[in-house]
């Protein structure tokens, strides 16, 4: 199984090539609604990616007040 | 009418296949335009029906299938009438649009709606209405209606009660949460899942297949295996007036009116 760190940089790679944003600009804390100049439609949309990446299912309602890397990996991770 | 170019959509009958297609931005809102464009089509669908052997209901917008109604429209217009209007108003728009569904549903006529991504509320109920669905992998189901303090109002419930089994149907209503298209096909919702981008060149595949079987054949199964819960219909319309009268309503639309972010999906 992932650690949570690799799950972190899994998310990270994903939401880079998915977005066209240079990997060397996201990091663990950033608020990934304004790194990656997304709204919460595309939010969903990385949602979905993540979910057939992972293999997981995710009910959106978990991600309420969540905008960082790091702490949507550690939802991601609880459900691995 | 075998074809026709509206502002919110537009219908082509071609080889025996009616492709209905969805186009006003941003996600194709079901507001008083779309409204008035697919009554035009639940009109001609009968004649239309009589020429053609599939239905292919689908979006050309990316973003999505259909994101629900028009909540921004709505919310200015009930601010604009007096609360009573108001109510008769919602009514009078359900009412219709319960006429365009419930025609689209009982269709003599095989109907796909090839779903892509957002698929929420009122874009929800009419891929509903279709006999399949078929959903490209990145398409994402939700009814977030009691995130506004109401319940589904184009005959969401009665269909989904139709087709899915009870404690799916409470799991998406009771916590207005989203679910992607491999749980969609899991839980018998859609039939297929195919790759981004693919769902209408998959629809198409299969109203070909269809293409080969007896049309009166194909009427008659559909009927005696698709009851339309007519009473349960108005029933829902009644529930959804009573709500839209509770101060919540008004709360919840302000709310996502009145939000900075372009499409507030989030819950």
């Known amino acids: 199984m992932l650690t949570e760190e690799q799950t972190l940089n899994e998310i990270m790679n994903l939401a880079a ?47 309420q007040g ?14 691995l | 009418m075998d074809h026709f170019q509206g502002q919110a959509l537009s219908w082509q009958l071609s080889a025996g296949v009616i492709e209905l297609t969805l186009h006003r931005d941003p996600c194709n809102e079901i507001g008083s335009l779309s409204l008035t464009e697919l009554e035009k089509f639940a009109d001609a669908l009968d004649d239309l029906s009589r020429k053609a052997h599939a239905l292919i209901v689908h979006s050309a917008i990316k973003a999505g299938f259909c994101a629900g109604a028009d909540l921004r429209e709505l919310y200015y217009r009930s601010q604009e009438m007096g609360k009573g209007d108001a109510v008769a108003g919602v009514r009078d728009f359900l009412t219709r649009i319960h006429h365009v569904l419930n025609t689209i549903d009982a269709a003599p006529i095989t109907t796909l709606a090839a779903v892509h991504g957002v698929t929420f509320g009122g874009g929800f109920e009419l891929a509903l209405v279709c006999d399949l669905i078929i959903a490209d992998k990145m398409a994402r189901f939700c009814f977030p209606e009691l995130r506004l303090g109401l319940i589904p109002g184009f005959g969401g ?16 209503l009771l916590t207005g949460r989203s679910f992607n298209a491999t749980r969609a096909q899991t839980v018998g919702l859609v039939s297929q ?25 194909a009427i008659a199964a ?26 919540a309503v008004e709360a919840g639309l302000r709310k996502f009116v009145e939000s900075t972010d372009l499409q507030p999906y989030l819950p």
Request: glycine fraction near 4%; charge should be neutral; proline fraction near 5%.
């Open chain 1, 17 to 63: 090539a998915h977005f066209k944003v240079s990997r060397d600009q996201l990091r663990p804390d950033d608020d990934f609604f304004k790194t990656l100049n997304i709204d919460s439609l595309q939010a969903l949309d990385l949602l979905t990616r993540l979910e057939h990446h992972f293999h997981v299912e995710m009910p959106d309602y978990e991600l």
């Open chain 2, 193 to 217: 899942v195919v790759g981004e981008g693919e769902a209408l060149r998959a629809a198409r595949a299969t109203a070909a297949q269809l293409g080969k079987f007896d049309r009166n054949t």
């Open chain 2, 222 to 247: 559909k009927k005696f295996i698709k009851p339309i819960p007519y009473q349960e219909l108005r029933q829902e319309i009644d529930l959804f007036c009573r709500l839209f009268a509770e101060p």
């Open chain 1, 66 to 79: 969540v905008s960082d890397f790091r702490t949507l990996a550690s939802r991601i991770q609880a459900r």
């Open chain 2, 157 to 172: 419930i009665p269909r989904l009660k139709r087709d899915l089994g009870n404690g799916v149907v409470r799991d998406l």
